[in-house]
């Protein structure tokens, strides 16, 4: 009896597995038949995408380390930077996994649902809009659009107007004047931390330049654009594969680019990404850094800001592979500063000579005195910043130092021998005589 009863069990586990499976392999057919776009009605399960005509970008859940939590996210494709995430909705509020479904309702609402009616709205209209439909751009834009019955749409709501850390072709950064909505990138916390970080990517119509902010702090300017098409304070080299398109009108003040020749060769990534750090990167190297912005100086668009007494121009913080000693060190372990804040407060605090990050994901910070970086294991995998003193003359400028001085003393050597053998000769002639 127990065992019959046991193997039906296992048979009836079985027949619940093969239905689940049944089930996930129709929803996944059904979304990848037509997986560009999202009609009223369907859903997108945590493990299927939606992916461009072209199948440059795919939208998904993913984004996080973590699996137990998920994004929704629009990854790029391409085989030169796959698996870059490009947009990522709500990061601050990751989902479970597991359940995660984006929805569009006959209502025209598009959701996020998670965990037994927990839902995120992406957008809902004060109105029900019943033909409505969700598209993955090979822009990279995902737009949710209304269908009329005359055959056009019109645009609802659109992933490029909440950009994550990456700036796209044609993506714009500045203001909506018709709904004052911005549009600027956010760095990441912390390497690997999505959530909103310290530096931010913005158009300033006004002065027609781009600046990185730190909370709310310029700390980087684009410059002018040139004649040539040019930021005065990015590098010719590196941005020279770019057309700017600047808008100032009624509607709207913005910027954003384009490639200039799009080239099938082109194996780079077309995004410009904001760091952690708030070095901006294109696909050239790096268009800015704000990381070498210490108020001091003012070469490559950083911006000038009073700095400590005690801190003296040229002095800048520096990688170093090793560990300090850890006997006077200072310990901060608040998982909300970052690589940012450990940095600041170093500069500010004039007894500190170097920081670390404290958690692995670099979260925390541990602040060094002068005693404990005296005092490094150069043996350790790990690293630190150190505060350097102005650098000593350059390479170049020291051996001219060392050419100068061997042409004095050869100099002096000749002269020497010149004046002995005129001796000499004054002599044998004084004897001649
Ligand atoms: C669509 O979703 C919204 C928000 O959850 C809900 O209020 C509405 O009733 C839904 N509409 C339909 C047709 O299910
Ligand atoms: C199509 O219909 C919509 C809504 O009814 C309207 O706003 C739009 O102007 C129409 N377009 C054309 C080309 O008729
Ligand atoms: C540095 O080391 C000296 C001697 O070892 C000690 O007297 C001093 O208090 C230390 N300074 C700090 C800031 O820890």
Not at 255 to 264: A, C, G, H, N, P
Request: charged letters at 20%; glycine letters at 8%.
């Amino acid at each position: 009896m127990a065992l019959s009863f046991c193997i039906r069990f296992e048979i009836k586990k079985q027949v619940v597995l093969i239905y689940y499976l049944w089930v996930w392999w129709i929803t996944s057919i059904c979304v990848k038949a037509r997986n560009v776009s999202l009609m009223a009605g369907e859903r997108l399960v945590s493990n299927s995408s939606l992916c461009s005509t072209q199948g440059r970008y795919c939208l998904s859940f993913g984004g996080t380390l973590n699996r137990e939590y998920t994004h929704l996210v629009i990854v790029s494709n391409a085989s030169f930077d796959r698996g870059a995430v490009i947009w990522l909705h709500a990061r601050n509020q990751p989902v479970d996994t597991k359940s995660a479904v984006l929805s569009l309702n006959k209502s025209g609402v598009l959701k996020i649902e998670f965990q037994y009616s927990k839902e995120i709205i992406i957008y809902s209209s004060p109105q029900p809009i019943d033909n409505t439909v969700a598209t993955m751009l090979d822009t990279g834009n995902f737009v949710l659009e209304q269908l009329h019955p005359n055959g056009t749409k019109s645009l609802l709501w659109q992933s490029f107007d909440y950009p994550f850390n990456a700036l796209v072709p044609k993506m714009k950064l500045g203001v909506n004047r018709k709904t004052g909505h911005n549009w600027s990138l956010v760095s990441c916390l912390t390497f690997s931390l999505i959530t909103l970080g310290e530096f931010s990517l913005e158009w300033e119509p006004k002065e027609g330049e781009l600046n990185i902010k730190r909370l709310g702090k310029v700390y980087w300017k684009s410059g002018k654009l040139g004649n040539n098409g040019l930021f005065e304070n990015v590098p010719a080299n590196v941005q020279q594969n770019y057309q700017y398109v600047i808008i100032s009108n009624k509607d709207e003040d913005s910027f954003s680019f384009e490639i200039k020749y799009e080239d099938r060769n082109y194996k780079m990534s077309p995004e410009w990404w904001l760091s952690y750090k708030g070095k901006l990167m294109g696909s050239e190297g790096e268009l800015a850094n704000a990381d070498i912005c210490y108020g001091y100086n003012s070469d490559r668009g950083c911006q000038k800001w009073d700095i400590p007494t005690c801190r003296k121009p040229g002095e800048v913080f520096q990688k170093k592979i090793g560990q300090p000693d850890l006997d006077n060190a200072v310990l901060q372990d608040s998982k909300s500063v970052d690589y940012n804040d450990c940095k600041a407060r170093c500069w500010r605090n004039c007894g500190c000579n170097g920081f670390q990050e404290y958690y692995g994901n670099g979260t925390g910070c541990i602040f060094y005195s002068w005693n404990s970086t005296q005092n490094v294991d150069w043996e350790s995998l790990n690293y630190f910043y150190l505060l350097e003193k102005p650098a000593k003359l350059p390479l170049g400028k020291r051996r001219w130092i060392w050419i100068s001085a061997a042409i004095a003393t050869a100099l002096l050597i000749i002269c020497s021998l010149i004046l002995w053998i005129a001796i000499k000769k004054h002599k044998y002639g004084l004897k001649g005589t």
